[in-house]
Nanobody
């Protein structure tokens, strides 16, 4: 299993930007396709973005396409989520997750999660 630790969340206003980071340890980072999910209060965890092992392919939920960018630095064992033009509906706890297969939008496919990082967007 790979251990994951998210950071970079905070309270921002609508239209602002944030960059989330997820540091991985425990296994070879480049063996995993990396994903971001989010969970708002009272809602199910939902897929946000995914990036392939070397970063050559990315995929996004329709709700964030054009605003969010996922990237990774395999030398630093870190995956990022650059979030621009944030909206109040982006408010959620954001989680990263590792998966050997590219890619999955189903939270049940992932065996371990970090503690998450809270993003709150005020209107």
């Amino acid at each position: 299993q790979v251990q994951l630790a998210e950071s970079g969340g905070g309270l921002v206003q609508a239209g602002d930007s944030l960059r989330l980071s997820c540091a991985a340890s425990g296994r070879t980072f480049s063996d995993y396709a990396m994903h971001w999910f989010r969970q708002a209060p009272g809602k199910e965890r939902e897929f946000v973005a995914a990036i392939s092992w070397r970063g050559g392919r990315t995929d996004y939920a329709d709700s964030v396409k054009g605003r969010f960018t996922i990237s990774r630095d395999n030398a630093k064992n870190t995956v990022y989520l650059q979030m621009n033009s944030l909206k109040p509906e982006d408010t959620a706890v954001y989680y990263c997750a590792a998966y050997r297969t590219y890619y999955s939008t189903r939270p049940a496919d992932f065996g371990s999660w970090g503690q998450g990082t809270q993003v709150t967007v005020s209107s």
